[in-house]
């Protein structure tokens, strides 16, 4: 099976815009988890979506949405983006099991 | 809210050296998972332990989960530079098994 994908890889942004990040889960997975990785907070969880619901949701302002398609395809986004919001972001799915499979994660960069 | 620290933050050990972190929850939790990261790279799973006092191995890996399902231990025999990465815990709480909470992380660096 592929594993999870992550686009893009890489992104640079200035402050005040938005951004949509994209995560592909692992087939047959219908759970996908956002995480925000930064050196000083370490791994943040975002949200958490399940057959297309938001099923838990972090500490993190309404700036930071997302949805999950029925293809079980995640999107979020991030909308009047700040210098803090500079992180990498990691996608992760699983299935009946706790494991997470983590992507390669988005790594924004915000000026 | 819940917190999950993890010490040591950092670590320098000499290959061959033994090595531990330790991992301390605010609230019980419902199982325990350990995941390394590598530098550059994401989160891989390791293991999970569910039962109280439970300790598993993998090779020169020993993994225990407390009796009180609160805390947790890594523990590395004689490292190797491929042991290099930070070593993450993450538990969900009890009455929340779907949010899993990450450790603060503890970083491994292994000179040959």
């Known amino acids: 099976k592929a594993g999870v994908t992550q686009t893009p890889r890489y992104l640079i942004k200035t402050r005040g815009q938005q951004v949509t990040l994209s995560c592909s889960p692992i087939?047959?997975?219908?759970?996908v988890s956002w995480y925000q990785q930064t050196p000083g907070q370490g791994l943040q969880f975002l949200f958490e979506?399940?057959?297309?619901?938001?099923?838990n949701k972090g500490n993190f302002p309404g700036r930071f949405s997302g949805r999950q398609f029925s293809n079980s395809r995640s999107e979020m986004n991030v909308s009047t983006l700040e210098l803090g919001d500079s992180a990498l972001y990691l996608c992760a799915s699983r299935d009946a099991s706790n494991e997470q499979f983590f992507g390669p994660g988005t790594r924004l960069t915000v000026l | 809210g819940q917190q999950v620290m993890q010490i040591p933050q950092y670590q320098h050990v000499q290959e061959g050296e033994d090595f531990t972190t330790y991992c301390n929850s605010s609230t019980t939790l419902s199982n325990i998972q350990w995941y390394k990261q590598r530098p550059g790279g994401h989160p891989v799973f390791l293991i999970q332990l569910v039962k109280s006092g439970e300790v598993k191995k993998q090779k020169r890996l020993t993994f225990q989960f407390g009796e009180a399902k609160k805390n947790s231990s890594l523990h590395i025999t004689a490292t190797q530079t491929t042991d290099v990465g930070t070593y993450f815990c993450?538990?969900?709480?009890?009455?929340?098994?779907?949010?899993?909470?990450f450790g603060t992380g503890t970083r491994l660096q292994v000179f040959p």
């Open positions: 979506y399940f057959s297309e619901t938001q099923r």
């Open positions: 993450a538990g969900p709480r009890v009455y929340n098994t779907d949010k899993l909470i």
């Open positions: 087939s047959g997975h219908r759970s």
